[in-house]
């Protein structure tokens, strides 16, 4: 089975880094993850609560910060980026995103003109 | 090594060398677990759809801005972002063959979503008594049904979770209650990044 053979090339090439196993993640990437999640939740905080920007310029700060926490979430504690070709997870997940994204821009779209003013 | 280690150990379990039909049954198993999530993905993605396209529509009663208590949010983003990283413990305490670590953990991930959820009712029982109901406007509907759905997953996710830790408990690590974990913490960490479009959209831009 190609997932067998694999694993064991890695065990023999990664002799004393015991903790960089492959396929489900180390500790290392945990924590990593772990301090970019609470660093890139803290930056749109600071920014909104004490009014730092606004308008235009705090909604990319807010959308950046939001999809670059997503992603530390997908690679660092899902390890989208560990699977074995072909890679379904990824083209379902590609595929999801795609459909959100319509209903989600799609519906904003719409609604636009029809929507209360503030 | 912890995978040399733990690659012995399912062995001895599960012979899956010579029996190649279980370990790709289990891998099937947690694919179509992610196939769900993606559906949950759509699911939410509806939600948060309706919630923007009536964020302004307050029927002049109260709006989010007015009646959002900031503290007990932030509060709640940061538990649900460390229940997310005791998670990814559990199951790397699972990958060393740590059965104790790993309910250990799980029970730090149950304890931290426990207080999530009680936060959250906290907070909806707060917006109730202000006067902002499911039924004040169509911005508060969407609010607590985007919200509140997000909440149910959490809810649901500790009855699971805990119902696991019960079975780990009786089986041990074996491949079947491997995949459930594995499983259950893709799941904790998707309602993780659900919190944070939760909290972007939501909160902050409603504060904003």
Do not use: C
Request: hydrophobic residues 50%; without cysteine.
């Amino acid at each position: 089975m190609a997932q067998h053979t694999s694993h064991s090339n890695g065990a023999g090439g990664n002799h004393g880094h015991s903790e960089e196993s492959h396929g489900h993640g180390s500790l290392k990437s945990y924590v990593i993850g772990f301090v970019l999640s609470i660093i890139l939740t803290i930056i749109p905080l600071v920014v909104i609560m004490n009014d730092m920007l606004q308008g235009k310029a705090a909604l990319i700060v807010l959308l950046g910060t939001a999809i670059l926490q997503f992603l530390v979430q997908l690679l660092f504690f899902m390890h989208l980026n560990e699977e074995n070709k072909p890679r379904y997870n990824l083209m379902t997940l590609l595929m999801g995103i795609l459909i959100a994204g319509t209903i989600v821009a799609g519906s904003i779209w719409i609604m636009t003109y029809n929507a209360v003013a503030t | 090594m912890a995978h040399v280690k733990n690659h012995a150990h399912s062995q001895a379990q599960g012979h899956d060398d010579h029996h190649d039909g279980h370990v790709d049954q289990e891998s099937l198993r947690r694919f179509g677990f992610w196939i769900f999530l993606i559906t949950d993905v759509i699911l939410f993605a509806t939600l948060f759809a309706t919630y923007i396209v009536l964020r302004n529509n307050t029927n002049g009663g109260p709006t989010g801005a007015e009646l959002i208590e900031m503290p007990g949010i932030i509060a709640s983003t940061f538990i649900l972002l460390t229940s997310s990283f005791t998670s990814g413990l559990a199951v790397l305490s699972m990958n060393k063959g740590n059965l104790k670590g790993l309910i250990g953990w799980l029970a730090v991930t149950v304890l931290l979503g426990a207080s999530f959820i009680a936060l959250e009712v906290n907070e909806f029982v707060h917006l109730v008594h202000e006067g902002a109901t499911i039924s004040t406007s169509a911005f508060w509907s969407g609010f607590f049904t985007l919200v509140g759905t997000h909440g149910l997953h959490v809810s649901i996710g500790l009855v699971w979770m805990i119902g696991l830790m019960i079975q780990l408990k009786r089986h041990g690590i074996n491949n079947i209650t491997k995949r459930k974990v594995d499983v259950i913490s893709l799941y904790w960490h998707f309602l993780d990044v659900v919190w944070i479009f939760v909290f972007t959209f939501v909160y902050l831009m409603g504060v904003m």
